[in-house]
């Protein structure tokens, strides 16, 4: 394995979608899944051994595939930096980057339009409300799903990424979908379906094109598609999370924007870092101490409806 690269890349369906393809060209061998603060706080040590996917850039890596704009904007100039800043997922540039001198046709065309899909969040409110083949993968793969919370499965998620990377090589979403440590995780994103929607409808409140939902009085919050909110919201266009930080230390503001109607106005990252957090254009946070944070909320309320 030593004249092989170490993948460093994040655990979702973009993570494993570049690691097929470039497990698919015998490219690598070791794979890390990390989380982007850990580059961007250099917790990680990067080296010329190392390919990275959709992850912050290091200048130290042998290649950094991306199609974050904010990214290309910075790092444009780098040698070892393949970015295509409108393509809609890593996967897709790692993939337009090998094609051309390589033979990629055991790569499935259904796997690299459901990557597109998923990591551009082009999700319809059917896909949402009852997903299917990839679509649920993703949402299974997403770790703001939030599975986790609620049992320890069989086998990790490191492990089972690990397993998906050989298996996509050869098999369709139909074989995948019956794995038993895919089942295992359906039949946990289905238990709470039920008490997830209600939870969402019982402590969210809409401000014009706004919905707040104020989970601090939840004992349990339940696992669930993180896009739901907009399908059962449809009259909104963007939301507002408001949640425990560390230790109920202080209070967050998780705020994005809908992928069913994408018609808000607010440009999320500046409005958080006003209240000095951050993001991008489309979703970001703020961290607040607790006994400011009913003012914020009513500012933010105030700026966000505003915008329209």
Same mark, same amino acid.
């Given at each position: 394995?030593s004249?092989?690269?170490r ?30 603060k ?23 890596a042998?290649l ?12 444009s100039?780098?040698?070892?930096y ?16 090998y ?9 499935r ?6 990557v ?7 999700? !319809?409110? #059917?896909? %949402? ?8 993968? @993703?949402f /299974? +793969?997403?770790?703001?799903? =939030? ?25 369709g ?13 359906v039949?946990?994103?289905n ?26 009085d ?9 896009f ?5 919201f ?18 967050v503001?998780? !705020?994005? #924007?809908? %992928? ?8 999320? @990252?500046? /409005? +958080?870092?006003?209240?000095k =957090? ?7 946070t ?17 700026a ?5």
């Amino acid at each position: 394995m030593s004249n092989k690269f170490r993948l460093v890349t994040r655990s979702d369906m973009d993570g494993l979608v570049s690691a097929v393809i470039l497990r698919q060209l015998d490219l690598i061998g070791e794979i890390i899944f990390v989380h982007p603060k850990d580059m961007q706080d250099g917790t990680i040590t990067i080296t010329e051994n190392d390919i990275i996917t959709n992850l912050p850039y290091v200048e130290n890596a042998h290649l950094v595939f991306d199609h974050h704009e904010s990214e290309a904007m910075r790092n444009s100039a780098a040698d070892n930096y393949i970015i295509i800043a409108d393509a809609p997922s890593a996967a897709r540039v790692v993939y337009n980057h090998y094609i051309k001198d390589n033979d990629l046709s055991m790569i499935r065309e259904d796997m690299m339009i459901a990557v597109d899909k998923a990591d551009s969040a082009q999700f !319809t409110k #059917k896909d %949402i409300i009852n997903p299917q083949g990839w679509e649920m993968l @993703s949402f /299974l +793969m997403d770790s703001r799903t =939030g599975l986790g919370r609620f049992r320890e499965f069989k086998i990790s998620n490191y492990e089972l990424m690990m397993n998906l990377i050989d298996y996509c090589h050869n098999h369709g979403i139909d074989d995948i979908m019956l794995l038993p440590d895919i089942k295992e995780r359906v039949d946990l994103y289905n238990k709470y379906e039920k008490e997830f929607k209600e939870q969402l409808k019982r402590c969210s409140k809409v401000y014009d094109n706004l919905v707040v939902l104020d989970l601090r009085d939840e004992e349990i919050i339940y696992s669930g598609n993180r896009f739901m909110i907009y399908a059962l919201f449809p009259q909104t266009n963007i939301s507002i999370h408001v949640i425990w930080g560390f230790k109920k230390q202080n209070t967050v503001f998780a !705020t994005g #924007k809908s %992928i069913l109607d994408r018609s808000s106005q607010t440009n999320i @990252s500046e /409005l +958080m870092l006003k209240y000095k =957090g951050g993001g991008h254009e489309a979703a970001g946070t703020c961290q607040i101490d607790n006994d400011k944070c009913e003012n914020v909320l009513k500012e933010l309320i105030t700026a966000i409806t505003d915008d329209g």
